[in-house]
C-alpha cells in the first residue's frame, strides 16, 4: 500500500520528521532570564522586581519595573517595562549607562555594547513600551 503517494524513502522521511517533533515536546522548556511578571501584581507604579543572571558570560540582572502607560492619568493603566543591567566588569567609578539604542519597532534588550562600555559602568538596556514590553503594538 502507498501511503499518500509517498514512496519508501519519503515516508522514512516524514516518519523521521513525526517521531522528531514527538520528542521536542519532551525537551523542558527554556527559562526565561527575566522574573515572573505576576510579581508585580498589586504593586504600585515604580515598583521594580529582579532575577540575577548571565548575559554574554557576564554577571548582569534581568528585571520589570512598573510603569504607568499615561504618567499624567492617576486612573492610568500600569505596564511592566523590562531591563537587563549589565554589572561593571572592574571598578565601579561612575553612574550607570543607559542604552537607549534601535529604532522604530526594534528591541533595545539585546544590544550587546563595545567592552570599554562595561569597564567603569553598570550597563542598562531599557524595553521599549510596544516591542519589549507585555504589550506589542502592530503597525497597520
Known amino acids: 500500500m502507498n501511503l499518500c503517494g509517498l514512496d519508501s524513502s519519503d515516508r522514512r522521511a516524514l516518519w523521521i520528521a513525526v517521531l522528531l517533533f514527538l520528542l521536542a515536546g519532551t525537551l523542558p522548556a527554556q527559562d526565561s532570564p527575566f522574573p515572573d511578571r505576576g510579581l508585580l501584581l498589586g504593586m504600585e507604579g515604580g515598583a521594580v522586581v529582579l532575577k540575577p543572571g548571565r548575559m554574554y558570560q557576564h554577571s548582569a540582572e534581568f528585571g520589570y519595573v512598573?510603569?504607568?502607560?499615561?504618567?499624567?492619568?492617576?486612573?492610568?493603566?500600569?505596564?511592566?517595562?523590562?531591563?537587563?543591567?549589565?554589572?561593571?566588569?572592574?571598578?565601579?567609578?561612575?553612574?550607570?549607562?543607559?542604552?537607549?539604542?534601535?529604532?522604530?519597532?526594534?528591541?533595545?534588550l539585546w544590544r550587546e555594547m563595545p567592552e570599554v562600555f562595561y569597564a567603569h559602568n553598570d550597563v542598562i538596556n531599557v524595553g521599549y513600551r510596544g516591542v519589549d514590553g507585555e504589550e506589542q503594538l502592530e503597525n497597520r
Open 66 to 108: 512598573q510603569l504607568s502607560e499615561n504618567r499624567n492619568d492617576p486612573h492610568s493603566r500600569l505596564t511592566p517595562l523590562p531591563f537587563i543591567r549589565h554589572h561593571v566588569r572592574k571598578d565601579s567609578v561612575s553612574e550607570p549607562l543607559f542604552i537607549l539604542g534601535g529604532g522604530p519597532g526594534k528591541s533595545n
